[in-house]
Each structure stands twice: as C-alpha cells, then as structure tokens.
C-alpha cells in the first residue's frame, strides 16, 4: 500500500497531514496538509484549505490551494478558491473561480 | 486512479488525520488518527498504527495500538500485536495470544450472562450462590468509569486501581472462579481479622500466669 486513500463514501470532518500522497474519493472537510501529491478524484470533495506539494483536481474543491509545484485543473474539476503554485493547469471544461498567484 | 476502480480506503503510515472520520466502507489505517471513527464496514489497525479515537464499525480488527473505546456490531479481532487501551464491545470477540487489553471486554453472547449466573454455573454444585450475588447483576458496570479514567491517565498504577475495584465487588459477598481475583479479598479479610485478634491478644501482665479480662 502506498499512499492514502480516502474512499468514496468517507467523510473526514477535521484535519489530514502528513508526508504520503492522498487521494480523495469522498469528502474531507477542514485541512489538508501533505508532503507529497494530492488528487481529489471525480467524486471527490474537498471543503478545506489544501497545501502540498502537487494537486489535481478532477472533483470539487472549496477552498485555497497552495501547490509547491504544480496544480492541475483537470476538464471535470469545480474549484472555488486562490491556488498558488509556480504551474498551473487549468484544462478546458474546468470551472474555476478565484485568483492564481504563479509567482515563484 | 481512475474513477470506476475499486480502491480501498487506506489512512497510510505517513498521514495523520484529526477529527471525525465516517464511512460505509472498509478503512485500513496504518497511519494515525485521533478523533472518532464511525464505519459501517470494517475498521483495520495496522500494526504500526495509532489510533487515539473512539471507534464504531462493523468489524474492527486491531494489530496496533488502540486508545479509545472499541466497538463492534459483528467482530473485534486483536491480533497478537494488538495493544487496546480501553472498552472492547463486540458481537463476537477474539484475541490473539499476545494482544494486550487494558480495559472492559464484553461481548455480545454476555448479554444477560451475570455475574451470579457466570459464578453458578462455573462452580455448579459446589458452591452456593448467594442472595446478595443477585443483586450485584452488572458487577462490572462500576470498573467503568474507573477504568476509563485510568486509560487515559495511563501508568503503572492504573492496573492496581481496577484490582482495587474488583476487590469493592467481591466484598459484596461475592467469590469468583477466577483465582486471581478471588484470592484477594479472602485475604484482606483475613488480615483485618488477624489485626483485630492482635489488638484483643491477651498477655498476661508481669508475675501473673493469667491474663486479666479487664483493662
């Protein structure tokens, strides 16, 4: 096993850290704080502020999102929320609002 | 990690969640939490994870560390590396040689079974059941919140402490088949006559064969 999975039917009401790569297929509500990649899935919901290293998106997030690297906006994602990241992707098909900061 | 595919729900050993987790479905932690968990699938405890959360699942199966009060509709499983520090409640449980509990354990097929009638049947014929065992129906329901207390204290003391509890049970004219506690509290009595008889002990004052009755 590597990594963190929060299934699909998984509320977490509270906070996630930590140094693996989380993927998201239920709902975590509150703070995510990892070193390493986060990837909210399709039916995934995220109601928190995120900071890791790297972020997908393909599911929804409300709240800030702040990326070491990169964060990516895949066509299905529904963001609400400022994503900092030195790369960021927003595919076609997103819906996003908020500000982008990409200063390095 | 396309949506579509089976994937089972993993705290890993790197992440730590704080705060409330529910779900339907199975949850494997090897990391650590601490909050509350409620599943109506099965709950498992890696053997190198902490969980410092009250847990309610379907099944809970433990190979880490648990503190917190563990609760189970169908099963608790503790494996030998299990460490529970709190109240176990299960419809059937199981426990590994090894695993480590410090706290209540009830299950499910001890539903009604008391201690009056846990003591006749153990002891059938030999031994009476007194009138007063019978009220003492939930001998344990005491040790609770005692027990509770010490869990979260922790310490070497905190085991002592529930003997002392066992040993207020057993004064109410209760005896268990189990040696351990049984021995215990005969023991005391014991004592306390033998203190008594050394302070009625009679010696006889200096140059008198006899002790006198008075003084």
Known sequence: MSGTVIGNSIVIDGEVTGSDDVVVLGTVKGRVSVDGHLAVEREGTLEANV?????????????????????????????????????VEIAKGASYRGSVDMTN | MRSGQKHIAVIDAGTTVRGRIEGEEDLHIEGRVEGDIRLAGGLFVGADAVV?????????????????????????ILTSTARVVGNVKG????????????????????????????VSRARSSRERTSSRAKSVSRPTTRTTTKAKSSVATSGASDEERTLVVT????????????????????????????????????VPARGKRKASRRS
Request: hydrophobic fraction near 40%.
């Open chain 1, 51 to 87: 900071e890791a290293n790297s972020v997908a998106v393909a599911g929804s997030v409300t709240g800030d999102i702040q990326a070491e690297e990169s964060a990516e906006l895949t066509p299905e994602a529904r963001v609400t929320g400022d994503i900092q990241a030195s790369n």
């Open chain 2, 52 to 76: 410092e959360a009250t847990v309610q699942a379907h099944r809970v199966e433990v190979s880490g560390v648990v503190v917190g009060d563990v609760t189970a509709q169908e099963a608790v």
């Open chain 2, 91 to 118: 419809g059937v449980l199981s426990m590994a040689e090894g695993a480590a509990v410090r706290g209540q354990v009830h299950s499910a097929a001890s539903e009604g079974f008391t201690r009056s009638s846990g």
């Open chain 2, 167 to 202: 040993h207020s049970d057993l004064r109410a004219g209760q005896k268990t088949a189990r040696g351990r506690v049984a021995k215990k509290a005969p023991k005391k009595a014991a004592k306390k006559k033998a203190a008594k008889k050394r302070t009625r002990a009679k």
